[in-house]
């Protein structure tokens, strides 16, 4: 049974803390019992900490008692990927690899995070280093979807997604390198988006492919998202690849709609593999728009079917080289039996690492190869340029690009897990926005007949959050999919 | 047969900067402390990311610039990717296909050798390119024999390096002594490194094969070997010399070729106990490093204007400034180079004196043998060194002026410096003359004193004079003797004159 407390909206929450009508321990608490309940279901957790998220609601609590000043978060618990280091607690990547490693330092998010007065209540499961569209690849147990608990909930950010999704906690960080935030987002019924990459920055983020990760927000509405990207936003002299821009209050200009809005349909995204469900529910929602006064304009990503191929080169190369120092030599785990250096390696990785986890580095590996490399990896690149190109060109005649989030709603948990490749084309509409290096974001826009969620997924030229918030807010202002619970937290 | 020797030298420079390449952590040469410096960057942490050091960058372009490298107007990191100990990241921050800066060269000066007869030569050092990259860290192995676990020393991973990759333009082992001992003095006058070989600081690999004379006139070449870690000038010279016995040797027994089977690039290792290289890898496999464009780190885009702002903040190469002191203050081609290969500190110095005394050739004279004599005496560096360049250049000056003789003016240096020792005080100009005037050793102007010591000595040293006039020129040094001892302070030369002038009216 789901408390009260848990069901109320971000903006709500935030006024009775500010109010002092709802102290941050009691909040805190009622979504500590709220993970008791049900997360032996739903497996969303993989750490919790209660002591020192207490202890951190506490502080705030006192905080505000003594008049102090008080950051925009102020006692709302926040549950965070398993991918963010945090000075103490332990860092897992959902993998045997780094079980027992505690990081020394906060990710630049996680200090945001305090700054804002954020309460982090737990870690959250995910795919192993964030490679998966399902959560079935954590190396510890699977995450459920609250809507049916015998479906997967998408990944990677898994356990972010159904943190929120069940109420466990308001809001969550997640990570998005092909769709690990809209994807889950999409499939549990919630608003979840992938910044531009820059936007955020990436120290402490523990690295799947460098130049597509992003991490960014989910939360029960837009509002909630646009806050939670406000607090974590901005540039980073740690991080060389995040950018120096002025963070804009996203919260402040949430409400306010955009007149004029230009949408763009791609054809490439309502093309064949598209289930009929989803289908209809993506279209009824672009009538939604109409209807508000926006222009619906067909748009051609003509390089879009290449993106899952160059996605896996990039992607896989990348990872190939960033996973390369989990070798069990300074951290992380080491093989107890071994003759030799060599075997040291082999084995420390051959037992840390899963077998998705595995499979995308020898892919990586074998796409940088000497002699692949130009076929592989260096086309991929020129491939990437090309669905820019696209983008680019699409968003001088569009405002935001509208389509679906995923192909299907979510499927059952080992329907895919046999086949690599379907479990890629999961990804096949979100995948571009990494690609490009652009904003997307997942909000609720219906269900199935069986009861599944759909997502919509709004894309966006790059930096232009501040219109994709204030363009999703305009729908959800229409519609209550948001508001709904799934019925296991009834 | 004869044959030609090939060679071509990679050098890994450390730069000095106060903090590594991609964090903040400090560059200090502390292996009594391992793991002290470091930090989530340089330990290779999940999730940490490289910042590039922007001064540690310019250091690197100072260095190109030196070596009259062309400075790349867009430049980016690359991954070298490999398992190591030392390498916490499983690769290096490294330069790939695109180093900031390529085509510059060096030129050697090599020294005439009157053994062998062999005549002065220069030699010009064609330099393929120059990258930037990270030095790993340290693995310690357990020598006990115990077989106890082995460790790693991170303190040193991060710090920057240059690579300096030459063409195969050596032609001897002296040669490369030469090159590395230039490129040292040009990187210390530049203040990019300190060139420290014993910490590290300057790591050589050598490439060396033979190129045999065949009898119609074509040449063919031995298997390339790299030689690795040669960490000082001397093991470097010897290294070769071993390899080119070695090579001449076996080509000889076997006649195996470059490309032929057997006949692999291989790569040695030196032991300086021996005197010999040892094999480390038989046949060169090309190791596939899978390098790739890093991901954390963006390119560097450098301006002309950037570059040339850069260039202006050089101090003068030292071949320049040798080229210079010869026509500047016309001094011979072996003091300007004893003067400039002292280093930069010591050239200066010697600017310094001669800005006092405005005698080129005569503070070239004291400083080669008299100050270079006391320094190294006294194990200083010429920074330490107490007679400060104001001092001595006023002292020359003194002889200049025909205020003091040479010798007196030894007399008052040696003073000087034994006052210094005594004081641990630098002597200062007013110093000088105090020593003088005590000691009573100013010039002597008083020419009816000299006349009549001149008339006395000349009185009682008959068979002097009939020597002198017989021929025996040196007879002439006794009678100045005489008289300087009875006229303490007078110009020797003054004395000589007028005692030949004395003679010829006798
Ligand atoms: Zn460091």
Same mark, same amino acid.
């Given at each position: 049974?789901?408390?009260?407390?848990?069901?109320?909206?971000?903006?709500?929450?935030?006024?009775?803390?500010?109010?002092?009508?709802?102290?941050?321990?009691?909040?805190?608490?009622?979504?500590?019992?709220?993970?008791? *309940?049900?997360?032996?279901?739903?497996?969303?957790?993989?750490?919790?900490?209660? =002591?020192?998220? $207490?202890?951190?609601?506490?502080?705030?609590?006192?905080?505000? !008692?003594?008049?102090?000043?008080?950051?925009?978060?102020?006692?709302?618990?926040?549950?965070?990927?398993?991918?963010?280091?945090?000075?103490?607690?332990?860092?897992?990547?959902?993998?045997?690899?780094?079980?027992?490693?505690?990081?020394?330092?906060?990710?630049?998010?996680?200090?945001?995070?305090?700054?804002?007065?954020?309460?982090?209540?737990?870690?959250?499961?995910?795919?192993?280093?964030?490679?998966?569209?399902?959560?079935?690849?954590?190396?510890?147990?699977?995450?459920?979807?609250?809507?049916?608990?015998? /479906?997967?909930?998408?990944?990677? %950010?898994?356990?972010?997604?159904?943190?929120?999704?069940?109420?466990?906690?308001?809001?969550?960080?997640?990570?998005?390198?092909?769709?690990?935030?809209?994807?889950?987002?999409? +499939?549990?019924?919630?608003?979840?988006?992938?910044?531009?990459?820059?936007?955020?920055?990436?120290?402490?983020?523990?690295?799947?492919?460098?130049?597509?990760?992003?991490?960014?927000?989910?939360?029960?509405?837009?509002?909630?998202?646009?806050?939670?990207?406000?607090?974590?936003?901005?540039?980073?002299?740690?991080?060389?690849?995040?950018?120096?821009?002025?963070?804009?209050?996203?919260?402040?200009?949430?409400?306010?709609?955009?007149?004029?809005?230009?949408?763009?349909?791609?054809?490439?995204?309502?093309?064949?593999?598209?289930?009929?469900?989803? @289908?209809?529910?993506?279209?009824?929602?672009?009538?939604?728009?109409?209807?508000?006064?926006?222009?619906?304009?067909?748009?051609?990503?003509?390089?879009?079917?290449?993106?899952?191929?160059?996605?896996?080169?990039?992607?896989?190369?990348?990872?190939?080289?960033?996973?390369?120092?989990?070798?069990?030599?300074?951290?992380?785990?080491?093989?107890?039996?071994?003759?030799?250096?060599?075997?040291?390696? @082999?084995?420390?990785?051959?037992?840390?690492?899963?077998?998705?986890?595995?499979?995308?580095?020898?892919?990586?590996?074998?796409?940088?190869?000497?002699?692949?490399?130009?076929?592989?990896?260096?086309?991929?690149?020129?491939?990437?340029?090309?669905?820019?190109? *696209?983008?680019?060109?699409?968003?001088?005649?569009?405002?935001?690009?509208?389509?679906?989030?995923?192909?299907?709603?979510?499927?059952?948990?080992?329907?895919?897990?046999?086949?690599?490749?379907?479990?890629?084309?999961?990804?096949?509409?979100?995948?571009?926005?990494?690609?490009?290096? $652009?904003?997307?974001?997942?909000?609720?826009?219906?269900?199935?007949?069986?009861?599944?969620?759909?997502?919509?997924?709004?894309?966006?030229?790059?930096?232009?959050?501040?219109?994709?918030?204030?363009?999703?807010?305009?729908?959800?202002?229409?519609?209550?999919?948001?508001?709904?619970?799934?019925?296991?937290?009834? | 047969?004869?044959?030609?020797?090939?060679?071509?030298?990679?050098?890994?420079?450390?730069?000095?900067?106060?903090?590594?390449?991609?964090?903040?952590?400090?560059?200090?040469?502390?292996?009594?402390?391992?793991?002290?410096?470091?930090?989530?960057?340089?330990?290779?942490?999940?999730?940490?990311?490289?910042?590039?050091?922007?001064?540690?960058?310019? +250091?690197?372009?100072?260095?190109?610039?030196?070596?009259?490298?062309?400075?790349?107007?867009?430049?980016?990191?690359?991954?070298?990717?490999?398992?190591?100990?030392?390498?916490?990241?499983?690769?290096?921050?490294?330069?790939?296909?695109?180093?900031?800066?390529?085509?510059?060269?060096? *030129?050697? &000066?090599? #020294?005439?050798?009157?053994?062998?007869?062999?005549?002065?030569?220069?030699?010009?050092?064609?330099?393929?390119?120059?990258?930037?990259?990270?030095?790993?860290?340290?693995?310690?192995?357990?020598?006990?024999?115990?077989?106890? =676990?082995?460790?790693?020393?991170?303190?040193?991973?991060?710090?920057?390096?240059?690579?300096?990759?030459?063409?195969?333009?050596?032609?001897?082992?002296?040669? #490369?002594?030469?090159?590395?001992?230039?490129?040292?003095?040009?990187?210390?006058?530049?203040?990019?490194?300190?060139?420290?070989?014993?910490?590290?600081?300057? /790591?050589?690999?050598?490439?060396?094969?033979?190129?045999?004379?065949?009898?119609?006139?074509?040449?063919?070449?031995?298997?390339?070997?790299?030689?690795?870690?040669?960490?000082?000038?001397?093991?470097?010279?010897?290294?070769?010399?071993?390899?080119?016995?070695?090579?001449?040797?076996?080509?000889?027994?076997?006649?195996?070729?470059?490309? !032929?089977?057997?006949?692999?690039? %291989?790569?040695?290792?030196?032991?300086?106990?021996?005197?010999?290289?040892?094999?480390?890898?038989?046949?060169?496999?090309?190791?596939?490093?899978?390098?790739?464009?890093?991901?954390?780190?963006?390119?560097?885009?450098?301006?002309?204007?950037?570059?040339?702002?850069?260039?202006?903040?050089?101090?003068?190469?030292?071949? +320049?400034?040798?080229? /210079?002191?010869?026509?500047?203050?016309?001094?011979?081609?072996?003091?300007?180079?004893?003067?400039?290969?002292?280093?930069? &500190?010591?050239?200066?110095?010697?600017?310094?004196?001669?800005?006092?005394?405005?005698?080129?050739?005569?503070?070239?004279?004291?400083?080669?043998?008299?100050?270079?004599?006391?320094?190294?005496?006294?194990?200083?560096?010429?920074?330490?060194?107490?007679?400060?360049? &104001?001092?001595?250049?006023?002292?020359?000056? /003194?002889?200049?002026?025909?205020?003091?003789?040479?010798?007196?003016?030894?007399?008052?240096?040696?003073?000087?410096?034994?006052?210094?020792?005594?004081?641990?005080?630098?002597?200062?100009?007013?110093?000088?003359?105090?020593?003088?005037? #005590?000691?009573?050793?100013?010039?002597?102007?008083?020419?009816?004193?000299?006349?009549?010591?001149?008339?006395?000595?000349?009185?009682?040293?008959?068979?002097?004079?009939?020597?002198?006039?017989?021929?025996?020129?040196?007879?002439?040094?006794?009678?100045?003797?005489?008289?300087?001892?009875?006229?303490?302070?007078?110009?020797?030369?003054?004395?000589?004159?007028?005692?030949?002038?004395?003679?010829?009216?006798?």
């Amino acid at each position: 049974m789901l408390s009260p407390i848990a069901s109320l909206s971000l903006s709500t929450l935030i006024e009775k803390l500010q109010s002092a009508e709802l102290r941050s321990v009691d909040l805190t608490t009622a979504f500590m019992d709220s993970i008791a *309940d049900h997360d032996a279901r739903l497996g969303a957790f993989v750490h919790l900490d209660r =002591d020192v998220a $207490l202890q951190q609601a506490a502080d705030v609590d006192a905080k505000r !008692d003594a008049g102090e000043s008080q950051g925009p978060l102020a006692g709302i618990p926040v549950a965070v990927k398993d991918v963010l280091c945090m000075k103490g607690q332990p860092a897992t990547c959902a993998s045997r690899m780094l079980k027992g490693f505690v990081p020394p330092y906060d990710a630049t998010v996680i200090a945001k995070l305090k700054q804002a007065g954020a309460v982090v209540i737990g870690r959250t499961n995910m795919d192993e280093f964030a490679m998966g569209s399902s959560g079935e690849n954590s190396a510890f147990h699977p995450t459920r979807n609250p809507w049916d608990t015998e /479906r997967i909930p998408g990944g990677s %950010s898994s356990g972010s997604a159904v943190a929120v999704a069940a109420r466990m906690a308001p809001l969550s960080l997640g990570s998005d390198t092909g769709g690990s935030i809209r994807q889950p987002a999409g +499939l549990c019924g919630i608003v979840g988006m992938k910044p531009t990459y820059g936007r955020v920055s990436r120290y402490g983020l523990i690295a799947y492919a460098s130049s597509l990760d992003q991490v960014g927000p989910f939360a029960t509405d837009v509002t909630g998202a646009a806050l939670l990207l406000e607090a974590i936003a901005g540039h980073d002299p740690l991080d060389s690849t995040s950018v120096n821009k002025p963070v804009p209050e996203y919260s402040k200009t949430v409400d306010h709609p955009l007149a004029g809005l230009k949408i763009g349909v791609p054809v490439e995204h309502f093309a064949e593999g598209l289930a009929p469900d989803v @289908e209809k529910a993506v279209r009824a929602a672009l009538e939604v728009y109409k209807s508000l006064g926006a222009e619906l304009k067909e748009v051609h990503l003509p390089h879009s079917k290449y993106a899952v191929a160059t996605y896996y080169l990039i992607a896989t190369s990348e990872a190939s080289s960033n996973l390369a120092r989990y070798d069990g030599v300074h951290y992380g785990h080491r093989a107890e039996k071994f003759d030799s250096l060599g075997e040291m390696y @082999e084995a420390s990785r051959g037992e840390g690492f899963g077998d998705e986890v595995k499979r995308r580095i020898m892919l990586g590996v074998f796409a940088l190869s000497a002699g692949y490399a130009d076929k592989y990896y260096t086309k991929a690149l020129q491939v990437r340029r090309l669905i820019r190109g *696209d983008f680019d060109s699409a968003f001088r005649e569009v405002d935001v690009i509208a389509g679906p989030v995923t192909p299907t709603a979510a499927f059952k948990l080992g329907e895919k897990t046999s086949d690599p490749l379907s479990m890629y084309l999961s990804d096949i509409y979100t995948i571009s926005a990494n690609l490009a290096g $652009l904003p997307g974001m997942s909000i609720p826009c219906g269900f199935t007949a069986e009861g599944l969620p759909i997502g919509l997924q709004l894309q966006a030229a790059p930096f232009e959050e501040e219109r994709l918030f204030r363009a999703a807010r305009m729908y959800e202002r229409e519609t209550d999919w948001h508001t709904r619970l799934p019925p296991m937290a009834h | 047969m004869s044959y030609d020797v090939i060679i071509g030298l990679e050098v890994h420079v450390q730069l000095q900067t106060q903090t590594k390449i991609f964090c903040g952590c400090s560059t200090m040469f502390n292996p009594d402390h391992p793991n002290v410096q470091t930090c989530p960057v340089c330990l290779g942490l999940p999730g940490a990311l490289p910042v590039l050091n922007g001064h540690g960058f310019r +250091l690197a372009v100072k260095t190109a610039l030196g070596l009259n490298c062309q400075i790349a107007p867009y430049t980016k990191w690359d991954r070298k990717q490999y398992f190591y100990p030392d390498l916490p990241k499983g690769y290096q921050i490294s330069q790939f296909d695109l180093p900031f800066s390529h085509d510059g060269h060096v *030129d050697v &000066e090599i #020294a005439a050798d009157a053994k062998s007869g062999k005549a002065a030569s220069s030699r010009r050092v064609r330099i393929l390119r120059a990258h930037m990259e990270e030095d790993a860290g340290k693995n310690m192995h357990d020598e006990s024999g115990h077989g106890r =676990d082995s460790k790693v020393d991170l303190n040193r991973a991060g710090t920057p390096l240059v690579e300096i990759v030459t063409e195969p333009d050596l032609r001897s082992s002296e040669e #490369a002594r030469r090159f590395l001992e230039e490129l040292k003095l040009l990187l210390t006058y530049l203040d990019v490194s300190d060139c420290n070989m014993q910490e590290g600081s300057l /790591r050589c690999d050598a490439n060396v094969n033979l190129h045999v004379h065949q009898p119609d006139g074509s040449k063919v070449a031995t298997p390339i070997v790299e030689v690795k870690n040669l960490n000082s000038f001397r093991f470097t010279e010897q290294a070769i010399e071993h390899e080119i016995a070695r090579q001449w040797k076996w080509f000889q027994e076997t006649g195996i070729k470059l490309g !032929d089977k057997g006949g692999y690039k %291989s790569t040695r290792g030196y032991n300086p106990d021996r005197g010999e290289t040892y094999i480390l890898r038989e046949k060169e496999e090309a190791a596939d490093y899978r390098y790739f464009p890093d991901p954390d780190l963006v390119p560097v885009l450098m301006s002309e204007s950037q570059v040339a702002e850069i260039r202006r903040e050089m101090p003068e190469a030292p071949a +320049l400034r040798r080229t /210079r002191f010869e026509s500047e203050y016309q001094l011979t081609g072996y003091d300007a180079a004893v003067i400039i290969d002292q280093g930069r &500190e010591f050239a200066d110095y010697f600017e310094g004196v001669v800005k006092s005394c405005k005698d080129g050739k005569q503070a070239a004279n004291w400083i080669t043998q008299d100050v270079l004599r006391e320094i190294k005496q006294r194990e200083q560096t010429i920074a330490e060194f107490a007679v400060r360049p &104001e001092v001595l250049g006023a002292l020359l000056d /003194r002889i200049n002026q025909k205020q003091i003789t040479i010798k007196s003016a030894r007399e008052v240096f040696g003073e000087l410096l034994s006052e210094s020792d005594e004081q641990s005080a630098a002597p200062s100009v007013s110093r000088i003359d105090e020593i003088v005037a #005590a000691k009573g050793l100013g010039i002597v102007e008083d020419a009816g004193a000299i006349d009549a010591a001149i008339a006395a000595v000349l009185g009682r040293s008959a068979k002097a004079i009939a020597d002198f006039r017989g021929g025996n020129e040196k007879a002439i040094g006794a009678l100045i003797g005489q008289v300087m001892k009875a006229v303490k302070g007078a110009d020797p030369q003054t004395v000589k004159e007028k005692i030949i002038a004395a003679m010829s009216q006798l």
